[in-house]
């Protein structure tokens, strides 16, 4: 259970601009820390793949800071896809970046470990440009009492990634229509410049949107979703 609302609950909806949303999250993020002072919180921001969750939770982060400086560290999943090698040795290199080929159990202890420590920690990143995990790409410094956690599993109510929400004191999900996220999955994936058009066209459709409505279908676990309103 979070710390506001109860996962048995509705949860709120709001239809947001990406700015507005970011100040949302803020916006409940420092209230939170204010009502649980010395405690280490986390805020989970879910949602299918190209949604934009990265960029608010990060842009988030900075707003907080901006007001409380230190007070908040962004903490991606991603960097908890398992190495491409360990991929190719299982024979699922095909699947990546479905909920299968990450290490969901090493990511929820990992959560749950920064929710209790009293010192730094380092944790994983990914890369687009390697399409490959990156060890050690970033780190929570020890006064860090807001954790804003970003990624595409985080509310699913499967083993292993069914650990995470208990370990969400409020979470948000974030929802953009699926022809869009079509539209800005293609151009992720042009920008990245490492595969064909023809092999981006396929693992959009088999994977990406895949896990878009699978994602789709845990939003009701969430405190708040917000439907982006964008012309992008």
């Known amino acids: 259970m979070s710390t506001e609302i109860s996962q048995e609950q509705s949860p709120q909806r709001l239809s947001l601009t990406p700015e507005a949303a970011t100040a949302l999250v803020a916006e409940r993020a420092l209230a939170l820390a204010a009502a649980h002072p010395g405690q280490r919180l986390a805020i989970g921001l879910a949602g299918g793949p190209g949604v934009g969750k990265s960029t608010i939770a990060v842009d988030a982060v900075a707003a907080i800071n901006a007001r409380a400086p230190g007070l908040a560290a962004y903490v991606p999943m991603d960097g908890f896809h398992m190495k491409h090698k360990k991929l190719e040795a299982l024979g699922t290199v095909r699947d990546k970046g479905m909920p299968h080929t990450f290490e969901g159990a090493a990511f929820a202890a990992f959560l749950a470990d920064l929710k209790r420590t009293d010192h730094a920690v380092s944790g994983p990143g990914y890369s687009r ?104």
Request: aromatic content about 8%; glycine content about 4%; proline content about 3%.
């Open 129 to 232: 440009q390697i399409e490959d995990t990156v060890d050690d790409a970033f780190t929570i410094a020890a006064p860090v009492r807001l954790l804003v956690v970003e990624g595409n599993y985080l509310l699913l109510g499967e083993a292993p990634w069914d650990v995470v929400r208990p370990l969400l004191d409020l979470a948000f999900f974030i929802h953009v229509d699926r022809d869009k996220v079509w539209a800005r999955l293609m151009k992720r994936h042009a920008e990245a410049g490492l595969f064909t058009e023809e092999r981006n066209r396929e693992h959009i459709a088999r994977v990406d949107l895949a896990n878009y409505d699978r994602v789709e279908a845990s939003a009701g676990r969430a405190d708040i979703r917000i439907d982006i309103v964008s012309e992008r």
